[in-house]
Structures are given as structure tokens and as C-alpha cells.
């Protein structure tokens, strides 16, 4: 079974994605089933993970509607305020739902550099390994060293990397590699966590190319392993740089060197694994 481990539908007249420019024709339209299922049936894959995009429990409960209509969908991984204890009822009631997977703060968007690790927002963590679900890390390379106090500390939470935790692909120096690398290389030591392979080549120049991609996709697979990596398009995102099947061949050509067993892992049974599927 082929899984993309990332992908949102969204439609910007909800009224919720704050950090969508309206003025930007590729992001700010409607992406729906319709959209994607061509791309889905073309390259073979058999189910997606439906990933938040806007910080509200009403754009949640509109993926949810889209999985009970949507054979394709596996999972929904969610969101809920952590600054707001209440919300413990919400996920709570959400996550009786059978696709929903997982939650996602959207960490990268917020101004607190420390923010995984303040004391008022831990019920969070403990209420996703009481109810099973898992929790997506997205953030930017200076947020590594605190997702991985965070992650030592709720070391039974089942956790996923979003993006390569978003390198800096586009600027690439010596130095921003070595602090990526030594981040990410202590994330996948210290921790169990997987780690997605997607969103990179938004991270990189319009001019991309493979060899870009290449050093940094090495490394994760020399630390992580062909067991902890699960793929994603974070379509509709990487239409910012490719179409989900230019994405999904650069994907395949950097996976190449694996062996028939781990290609399946990373392209499907390792999102089994990270979000529990019913499939």
C-alpha cells in the first residue's frame, strides 16, 4: 500500500488561514478531492494522511466531514488550542473520531521560540499519549534542541518531524547545514521519533534541483533510517516550486539506492506505523 503521509484540502473563503496571502494565485483557491484523486490514481497511491492547516477546531471538524466522504483519506491529524486546558474535552471528543490521527500545533507560525516547552501547555502532550494519537512537529531548524527536550520528556508520545523540520535549503551555507544536521542528528539518536520526507523542495529556489535536495535528504536517511522516514507531498504547498507528480519522481529518483523492502516502508507502511491507520 502507497501512502502520502502529507497532503491538505482547504478553501480560503472559511475564513481561517491567516497565514495564506490572498494575492497569491497558487495557494489562495479551493483544493479539494477532485483536485488531487488524478494525481493519486496516476502514480498509484492508495491513501493520504489529511494534515491541518489553519489553528482552529472548525477547519478540524471540516477535514473530518471530508474523511467520511473520502475512501482515500486514512487519517486527519488535527488541531486544538494547547494554550487553552479546556480544549482537553474537545480532544478528547475528537479523537473518538476512527480517522483522527493526530494534532499539530502550527509551532513555526509562533513568536515564542520556547513555546513546546512552557509548563501551561504539557496537558497537551500527556492527553495525546493518553488517547493514542500523534503528534506532528512543524517548525523551522531553530526549534530542534526544544522539540527534543519535548520529545525526551514525553518519551512514550508517538511524534512525527514534519519537512526535514525545514532546512535552509535556498540560503544553503556550511553553517546552516551544520546547525540543521546536528539538530536533526540529535533528534533521531536521542529520540523515536519518524520524520517526514516532504516540503522540501518549497524550502529551496524556484531553480531547484535534485543535487539541492540531495545532502540533505542523505543525512536524514544515514540518521533516521529507512524505518523511521515516511513521505509526504504537502500538496498543495509544493505546487510553489512542482506539480505533485514532479515531486513524487524526484521523491522516487532520490530513493533509488533502497531496497524493494524499504521503499515500501517509506512510502506506506511506515505511515501505518507513526499514525496507527485502520487500513
Not at 535552509?168 to 544536521?181: G, L, V, Y
Not at 520524520?195 to 531553480?207: M, N, Q, R, V, Y
Amino acid at each position: 500500500m502507497k501512502i502520502d503521509a502529507h497532503q491538505h484540502f482547504w478553501n480560503p473563503a472559511r475564513g481561517d488561514y491567516g497565514w495564506m496571502p490572498a494575492d497569491n494565485k497558487i495557494l489562495y483557491r479551493s483544493y479539494l478531492q477532485h483536485d488531487l484523486e488524478p494525481y493519486l490514481k496516476k502514480l498509484g497511491i492508495d491513501k493520504t494522511i489529511l494534515v491541518q492547516a489553519a489553528p482552529s477546531i472548525e477547519e478540524t471538524e471540516y477535514l473530518l466531514g471530508i474523511a467520511d466522504s473520502s475512501a482515500v483519506v486514512a487519517g486527519v491529524v488535527g488541531w486544538v488550542n494547547f494554550e487553552k486546558a479546556t480544549d482537553y474535552s474537545q480532544l478528547e471528543r475528537l479523537s473518538k473520531h476512527p480517522k483522527f490521527v493526530g494534532v499539530r500545533p502550527m509551532v513555526q507560525d509562533i513568536p515564542d521560540e520556547n513555546w513546546v516547552l512552557r509548563d501551561d501547555i504539557q496537558w497537551a502532550f500527556a492527553a495525546i499519549k493518553e488517547m493514542d494519537l500523534t503528534f506532528d512537529a512543524l517548525g523551522f531548524p531553530m526549534h530542534l534542541e526544544n522539540f527534543r527536550k519535548c520529545f525526551l520528556k514525553h518519551k512514550d508520545m508517538r511524534t512525527v518531524i514534519d519537512h526535514f523540520m525545514k532546512p535552509r535549503i535556498e540560503n544553503h551555507s556550511q553553517d546552516s547545514f551544520k546547525f540543521w544536521a546536528d539538530g536533526i542528528s540529535a533528534l533521531a539518536e536521542d529520540t523515536s521519533a519518524y520524520i517526514k520526507f516532504s516540503g522540501l523542495i518549497t524550502e529551496a529556489s524556484e531553480d531547484w534541483t535534485i543535487d539541492d535536495l540531495r545532502p540533505y535528504v542523505e543525512h536524514i536517511f544515514m540518521k533516521f533510517g529507512a524505518n523511521r522516514i515516511l513521505w509526504g507531498s504537502d500538496w498543495p504547498v509544493c505546487r510553489l516550486r512542482a506539480e505533485y507528480d514532479a515531486w513524487h519522481g524526484t521523491a522516487s529518483e532520490l530513493t533509488a539506492h533502497l531496497s524493494s523492502d524499504n521503499k515500501a516502508n517509506v512510502f506506506g507502511k511506515n505511515a501505518i506505523k507513526a499514525y496507527k491507520l485502520l487500513v
